[in-house]
């Protein structure tokens, strides 16, 4: 199992999309999983594997889509809430579980994102560094002399870096795209006034508000190859902050539209396999069979109280 979930892995990388390994690396039964077990979790909420059962696996879908959103690895403990509160371990996020098992579990969560690309639009030597670093961080890069050749999606950074050879039709051409980073090589002097030369020309404010000119982080007057260090320190800024170089699905929330357990108030996702009832013209859904049972022995009581925390 564990070789045919890495060879997975292995084809998504190459495919260039994202996915979070989750591995379970300590197990207490009767929990259904096991030590060393393996599994892809997908931005959608598709499971390629097995961790665990009902009352585990809603909550590993959703800790693991949040990890793609942010790009930040996780170690998680889950169990009972009271076992929880009492042995918390610095660096270790608990997750409560409720369901009729007293078994526990701890996961690593790893997110695994494509390598953004780098596109700049001129040929400077701003570029050449630019393109040398961010080649060197295992990123996609490229260069272009025409702005009409650009495509570009929201793990895309792109460079304008025309330095005055038709600063604004480049400029215009990468807003049209949905690059996750626009940066304008310029002066401020000469930065505002191709701004305010496409505001002119009708393009809307939130496009303007895109631009980051001058690109880079603010190293004061510094040499053109200076500047390309900039723009990539800008750039790992904003990776590391997880504003930038997400693939588009890996926004951190599920395509699952997940519900809570009315009973003991933990997350499940609804499908016609789910613990369900239907209670005053609502279809409830429960993590198993015991909260089930608990809830249709007094609807209206656990109704009301959903009802109240919705409100």
Known sequence: MTSTILQQAAALQREGQPFALVTVVWRRGPSSSQQGAKALILPDGTMRGWLGGACAQPRLVSEAVIALGDGRPRLLLLG????????????????????????????????????PNVVAIGRTPAVDVLLGITQVLGWQVAALDDPAALSADSRTAVVVATQGHDDERALETALRTDAGYVGLVASRPRAKAVVDYLRARGVAEADLARVRAPAGLDLGPTSSEEIGVAIVAELVALRAAGKFGLKPGASGESGTDAVIDPVCGMTVTPSPAQYQTEHAGRVWYFCGPDCRRRFEAAPERYAAAARAGDG
């Open 80 to 115: 009972p809430l009271d076992e929880l509160e009492r042995g918390h371990r610095e660096g270790v996020e608990t997750v409560p579980i409720a369901c009729a098992s007293e078994g526990a579990m701890e996961v690593y969560v790893e997110p695994v994102l494509p390598a």
